[in-house]
């Protein structure tokens, strides 16, 4: 489903999630398949989740999502963005799809250009990453079961992984500092957290929004208001 939706209306006859290769499991939080049998058109929305999306339509027609005058045709090579604003989607008869679900800030790895300028956008892939993309698809296509797709998609990654190593740093020191935050127990400020990696503010905001696509300051005030214990009045 596009980026986790809350909820599903589409006739789903097979839904399922894979786990990607060891080497890819700090990044990809799953891969996935959907074969919808519906031959009706049907709409949804997908909400907030913080997580970049990849989905390969490799039967059927790609799903269309909704802008200000009207809903329009999305890519067979699909870029999700992060997801913060509702954005509704419709499926439109029959379609076989895979999909790529990275964790919050680790898709920059695989992406050329700041996460959040991806942000509430469905893209084409290709027009991000070029021929490669348009590639695998074709690929993924030709490959006759799951297993040989998730064999592909994990070599494809892999290999994107070790091309972009220099941003593996800039992830682990974000997701260090998401779990440092997700502590039941943060109450702090991004200079103190900064200066604890031994580093700037400035630079530390600099590299979240490129990385995760959200500033931490916000994430941090998010988290200490859902922190604050209830009061009766």
Wanted: proline share 4%.
């Amino acid at each position: 489903m596009p980026p986790e939706a809350d909820y599903l209306t589409l006739r789903i006859v097979q839904y399922h999630e894979y786990q990607p290769a060891d080497a890819l499991k700090k990044y990809v939080k799953c891969y996935y398949s959907i074969r919808c049998d519906d031959l009706e058109v049907v709409e949804d929305k997908a909400f907030a989740t913080g997580c970049v999306e990849i989905m390969f339509t490799l039967n059927g027609r790609p799903w269309q999502t909704k802008k200000q005058d009207g809903f329009r045709d999305t890519s067979s090579v699909e870029l999700w963005g992060q997801i913060l604003d509702p954005l509704t989607f419709k499926s439109v008869g029959r379609s076989e799809i895979f999909g790529i679900r990275f964790y919050p800030a680790t898709a920059s790895f695989l992406l050329k250009e700041d996460i959040s300028v991806f942000n509430n956008s469905v893209l084409s892939l290709t027009d991000v990453l070029g021929n490669t993309a348009k590639e695998l698809h074709t690929r993924l296509q030709d490959e006759g079961s799951i297993d040989q797709q998730i064999r592909l998609v994990d070599a494809y990654l892999m290999n994107k992984a070790d091309v972009h190593s220099k941003s593996a740093v800039k992830i682990e020191l974000i997701q260090q500092v998401m779990s440092e935050v997700a502590h039941p127990d943060f109450f702090d400020n991004i200079d103190n957290v900064a200066q604890r990696y031994g580093i700037t503010s400035r630079y530390l905001q600099k590299i979240f929004v490129s990385i995760h696509g959200t500033d931490p300051e916000i994430i941090f005030e998010d988290q200490q208001v859902s922190e604050q214990p209830c009061v009766d009045q």
